[in-house]
């Protein structure tokens, strides 16, 4: 029976089954070093490789589609002209590259977000320049390069070989045996790309099956959902939907009822005759998880625990999106980035925005960063925004000492701002400065020693303990622990400056850095907020007395606060608030994924409210509850209902004031 089938179709299929051994390969990889779920329950690890496996025969039909059809046109003509070999050498060593090159950078961008990859991942490339550094910096790029050129040497010889096998002379034969060999092939490879036997073809949604976000990111195929994501793109605002939800914010945020308006007026206290200055600190991949003071099991962080103690400490904060030009539009404009591919800083149309920062009058206003601030176009949202800004960024320092793409590293970036910040308090003009930190980010560059900080040793630690604190090495916890060093070494330079007694420092973390599941933080990781629960202290010991606060609270909140404790005038135009003012909002709003779609989570009281943007999927959780992944919406539908018209309230109230909040 196998005599009689063709040769052309046992060159096909040949290569179809090569292709997808090859994938597989790659999934195999990346089960032993970047999913982490050997500990997961076997019947779950067992369904996601299975799962895996069709996604990676799908896409191994998938790419030699074009290719059947040509012998499928050709049928035995494909070995009787040089034109044909040329070509499929040419189109299966592309393929295989292609192939290749996407799990590489899946690699990656798992490593670093615990995401597959997906479409969001291009917005890497506006910047390609600190993107390729970056990639230079932290990875043996150059030893790649070497392995690829291999690789293409073998995949000729490898696919001449496959050809020269088969390509022997064959009779022609009938219109019947053609028509089968191609009717039965091409059901085959319709059943390979379908990849069913229901009514519905095996789409990515079934690769998120398990409550285990990393069980279902590795049944994923990472070149198929790439594609798959494009469908999530969008853009602009719905004004309909906008005015349909606009009362729950207006409830909220104690707004006008009749119409829509964002804006709020704060006079500030004419009995209070200080100006402080304020220093925000954007601290990078830092959330709470990695913190000795929220219970890591590591010492990561003893100075900034110290600090906390002494500080007013948000503990239930959360960023709006993981990724730090996120972060910074967020902090900056009061709204949150719920852009599905890029960035909003991003997208020209939205940089206009009227913003809290440029309403401090009389401050100085600066910016400081250790490389430039062309990336992600923050250039853009700052200035566009603040009158008369001084940023200071690479090549406008006094010492420039660059470590890494990142520009200078926070030792250095504290250093520089605290010599500009003194100079402006001994000529008494009060200041409001945004510093945004780098170090603790790849290739995580720390010195061999910096005064009283030096790294630990590969040593100090086994990598099973590392892991069970959520650490993937002792570079990410020497970063780490160097960004606690230069925060408290840089307000000890504030003392010593003199300008530390009359200010506002207000540290926050713009995401939590990619780490293994951690047993303190269980429900955290369950529920898919390890990423965006971050630090948020404000620390001013002779302005404000140290406390906790339990309420929810998000990024956007950190500017109107700070303006309430400089106790300024302002109008607010965006969605932030004062978090310590009273009867403020006690909620937070989150963009995420969930079954790998963008979604909306809100966090009010004890609920998770999480519904995706496309498909509508949702549910309702308890978090204080024992079983608190158990979806309850169908048990209180009033209350899903309320809160599912908060969450449409804020994504499209944002989507709103986009485009409609212009100076």
């Excluded at 990859?117 to 550094?133: A, E, K, P, V, Y």
């Excluded at 709204?335 to 100085?364: C, H, K, M, W």
């Amino acid at each position: 029976m196998f005599k009689r089938i063709p040769n052309y179709i046992k060159y096909l299929f040949s290569n179809t089954l090569f292709l997808f051994l090859y994938i597989s390969i790659f999934r195999i990889i990346f089960y032993y070093f970047f999913s982490g779920i050997e500990n997961q329950p076997t019947h779950e690890v067992s369904k996601a490789f299975s799962l895996g496996i069709r996604f990676d025969i799908k896409l191994a039909v998938i790419s030699f589609l074009p290719l059947a059809i040509l012998i499928f046109i050709v049928n035995y003509r494909f070995f009787s002209k040089p034109f044909f070999k040329k070509l499929s050498v040419f189109y299966i060593i592309l393929t295989y590259i292609t192939i290749t090159l996407f799990h590489i950078f899946d690699f990656g961008y798992y490593d670093y977000l615990n995401i597959r990859l997906d479409s969001s991942s291009l917005r890497f490339l506006s910047n390609i320049g600190i993107s390729t550094q970056v990639l230079f910096e932290s990875y043996p790029v150059y030893k790649g390069i070497f392995a690829f050129i291999i690789l293409i040497f073998f995949l000729y010889k490898f696919s001449s070989w496959i050809y020269n096998i088969f390509n022997t002379s064959e009779e022609h034969v009938s219109k019947k045996k053609k028509a089968f060999f191609i009717v039965v092939p091409f059901l085959l490879f319709a059943l390979g790309i379908y990849n069913s036997f229901t009514h519905y073809p095996l789409r990515w949604s079934e690769a998120f099956f398990s409550k285990n976000n990393a069980v279902n990111q590795f049944a994923l195929n990472p070149v198929l959902y790439f594609f798959d994501s494009f469908k999530f793109r969008n853009e602009g605002f719905d004004l309909e939907k906008t005015k349909k939800y606009y009362p729950a914010i207006a409830k909220e945020l104690q707004l006008p009822k009749d119409s829509i308006s964002f804006k709020r007026i704060y006079h500030k206290n004419d009995s209070l005759k200080y100006s402080p200055n304020i220093v925000i600190v954007m601290l990078e991949s830092l959330g709470t998880v990695p913190m000795s003071y929220y219970g890591n099991p590591l010492n990561s962080t003893p100075k900034m625990d110290s600090i906390i103690k002494k500080s007013i400490n948000f503990s239930n904060f959360y960023v709006h999106k993981a990724g730090t030009a996120a972060s910074v539009f967020a902090s900056i404009t009061g709204l949150p980035d719920v852009d599905g591919i890029r960035t909003a800083s991003r997208n020209p149309r939205v940089i206009d925005q009227r913003i809290i920062f440029d309403q401090f009058s009389g401050y100085e206003k600066l910016y400081f960063l250790g490389g430039s601030a062309n990336w992600a176009n923050i250039r853009g949202i700052f200035q566009s925004n603040i009158q008369n800004l001084k940023i200071f960024e690479e090549g406008s320092f006094e010492e420039e000492n660059r470590a890494d793409v990142w520009g200078i590293d926070d030792y250095d970036l504290f250093k520089e701002a605290n010599t500009e910040l003194e100079k402006l308090h001994i000529n008494k003009k009060p200041f409001i400065a945004y510093i945004q930190t780098a170090t603790n980010h790849m290739p995580f560059t720390v010195p061999e020693n910096k005064e009283s900080y030096q790294p630990l040793t590969k040593d100090t630690f086994s990598k099973e303990y590392l892991k069970k604190a959520g650490f993937d090495g002792i570079d990410r916890l020497n970063a780490l622990r160097y960004l606690d060093f230069n925060v408290a070494r840089f307000l000890k330079r504030a003392q010593e400056s003199g300008y530390y007694d009359n200010t506002i420092f207000l540290f926050f973390g713009d995401h939590n850095t990619s780490m293994s599941y951690v047993d303190q933080y269980s429900k955290l990781f369950n529920l898919n907020l390890n990423v965006h629960n971050v630090p948020f202290f404000i620390h001013a010991p002779k302005l404000a007395q140290p406390k906790e606060i339990k309420k929810f609270s998000n990024l956007i909140d950190v500017i109107p606060t700070a303006a309430g404790l400089a106790n300024i005038n302002y109008t607010n135009y965006t969605l932030g608030t004062d978090a310590l003012a009273k009867n403020t909002s006690d909620y937070a709003f989150l963009y995420s994924k969930i079954k790998g779609e963008p979604a909306l989570t809100i966090l009010k009281d004890s609920l998770l409210f999480t519904k995706t943007v496309s498909n509508n999927y949702s549910h309702l959780y308890n978090m204080n509850a024992k079983e608190y992944t158990t979806d309850i919406k169908k048990n209180y539908p009033t209350l899903h209902q309320k809160l599912d018209s908060l969450l449409n309230a804020v994504y499209h109230s944002t989507k709103y004031l986009y485009y409609n909040n212009k100076k």
